[in-house]
C-alpha cells in the first residue's frame, strides 16, 4: 500500500458532517492501558494489557449557521449523553477510519491577535475504546433508494466477529434499514446475521453494533439498504471492523 498524506479526510460527529469546520485533528489514539506485572527478578518491565481507552481531539472553525445548524450549535451543547466521532482517513470505499463513542469534554475557545477564532474540542471514549476499522461508504453516501453497495476485500474469511458503527445525517422518508453482507466470491451476497442496524425513520442518528467473538465473516463485505415504505435522501456513513484475532472483548 502507497503512503499517502492527510488530504480529503472527513469527520462525522453525531450525524453531522463536521469536514468543512475541522482546522485539524490532534490526537486520534487510544487502546489498552498499559499494567505493570513486572518482579523484582526482572531488567526490564513486563506489562499486560489494561482497560481499553480513545480519544480523538480536534480544533474546530467558528460556524455557527443556524438554517442548516452547524459546529457551533452541535459542539457548544456540550451534552452529558455519549456522541459517535468517526475519521475518515479519506473518503473512498475500502478507506481506513476510526470510530469512537465518547464523552465530548470540552470546547475552549481561542483568539489570536490576528483575529482568528478557534475552538478546542476533546472527545474522551466512553465504554469501548477507539476502533479502526475501514469504511463501507466513500465517506457519507447519499442512497435515493434501496441500493446494493460495493464490496471490499478484507482478504480472508475470520471467525472472530466484528463491529460496526453507522452515521446517518438528515433522512428524508418514511424508512430505511442499513445492513451489512459478506460474500466468498465478491459476487454472491447474503445478510450477516446480527449485522444490521436498528430501522430509520429519523436524522440524524448513529448506532454501534457487534457481533459475537466467534461470528465468521466472509471475505468481501458490502453496506446495503433496504425500505419497507420508501425514502427520498439517506445520507450515511459506514465504519465495519473485521476481527483478526481471537478474544476480541469489551
Request: hydrophobic residues 40%; charged residues 15%; contains cysteine.
Amino acid at each position: 500500500m502507497a503512503k499517502t498524506g492527510g488530504l480529503g479526510d472527513g469527520l462525522l460527529i453525531a450525524g453531522y458532517n463536521a469536514s468543512g469546520d475541522i482546522q485539524q485533528l490532534g490526537r486520534i489514539g487510544g487502546g489498552p492501558a498499559l499494567l505493570n506485572f513486572t518482579g523484582i527478578d526482572k531488567y526490564a518491565f513486563e506489562r499486560k494489557g489494561g482497560l481499553r481507552d480513545g480519544a480523538i481531539e480536534m480544533t474546530t472553525f467558528f460556524n455557527s449557521d443556524t438554517v442548516v445548524p452547524a459546529t457551533h450549535q452541535k459542539l457548544s451543547a456540550l451534552p452529558r449523553t455519549d456522541v459517535m466521532l468517526t475519521y475518515c482517513r479519506g473518503t473512498t470505499v475500502g478507506d481506513p477510519a476510526a470510530s469512537l463513542i465518547a464523552k465530548q469534554a470540552n470546547y475552549d475557545p481561542s483568539r489570536g491577535d490576528d483575529g482568528m477564532i478557534t475552538f478546542g474540542v476533546s472527545a474522551q471514549a466512553n465504554g469501548f475504546g477507539i476502533e479502526w476499522g475501514r469504511q463501507l461508504t466513500a465517506g457519507v453516501r447519499t442512497d435515493t433508494a434501496a441500493t446494493l453497495g460495493t464490496g471490499i476485500d478484507t482478504v480472508a474469511a475470520a471467525s472472530f466477529g466484528g463491529q460496526a458503527y453507522l452515521q446517518v445525517g438528515a433522512f428524508v422518508g418514511t424508512d430505511a434499514t442499513v445492513k451489512i453482507q459478506d460474500s466468498a466470491d465478491n459476487v454472491t451476497f447474503a445478510d450477516v446475521a446480527g449485522f444490521s442496524f436498528t430501522q430509520v425513520t429519523v436524522g440524524p442518528t448513529t448506532e454501534r453494533i457487534q457481533l459475537g467473538n466467534t461470528a465468521t465473516l466472509r471475505r468481501y463485505l458490502r453496506a446495503t439498504t433496504v425500505t419497507t415504505g420508501g425514502f427520498t435522501s439517506l445520507p450515511f456513513s459506514v465504519n465495519v471492523i473485521k476481527n483478526e484475532s481471537a478474544g476480541v472483548t469489551f
